[in-house]
């Protein structure tokens, strides 16, 4: 089994900045890719930025890209979002997530960590 720790959420005013960070615990998994997906009130869960651990390859939602940075930290089997320029609609309850087997689906979800931007 696989546990993820969410932190770092927290209410920022618009334009500021947070960093999410995630540590997984328990089985680790060479081919594996951690993502960061987010859900707003009222609707769907939708992906945010991830990264391929081996490669270090990242991939980013449109609606992030050039605010958001994803990275790892290989010793600490971590993985970080750094969240800038924040704005009201990046408000949403923010989850890291692990692919064990990718480019299988995500199969280990953390608990989730709340992101409130004030406009």
């Known amino acids: 089994q696989v546990q993820l720790a969410e932190s770092g959420g927290g209410f920022v005013q618009a334009g500021g900045s947070l960093r999410l960070s995630c540590a997984a615990s328990g089985r680790t998994f060479s081919s594996r890719q951690m993502g960061w997906f987010r859900q707003a009130p009222g609707k769907e869960r939708e992906f945010v930025a991830a990264i391929t651990w081996s490669s270090g390859n990242t991939y980013y939602a449109d609606s992030v890209k050039g605010r958001f940075t994803i990275s790892r930290d290989n010793a600490k089997n971590t993985v970080y979002l750094q969240m800038n320029s924040l704005k009201s609609e990046d408000t949403a309850v923010y989850y890291c997530?692990?692919?064990?087997?990718?480019?299988?689906?995500?199969?280990?979800w953390g608990q989730g960590t709340q992101v409130t931007v004030s406009s």
């Open positions: 997530a692990i692919a064990s087997a990718y480019p299988g689906p995500y199969d280990y």
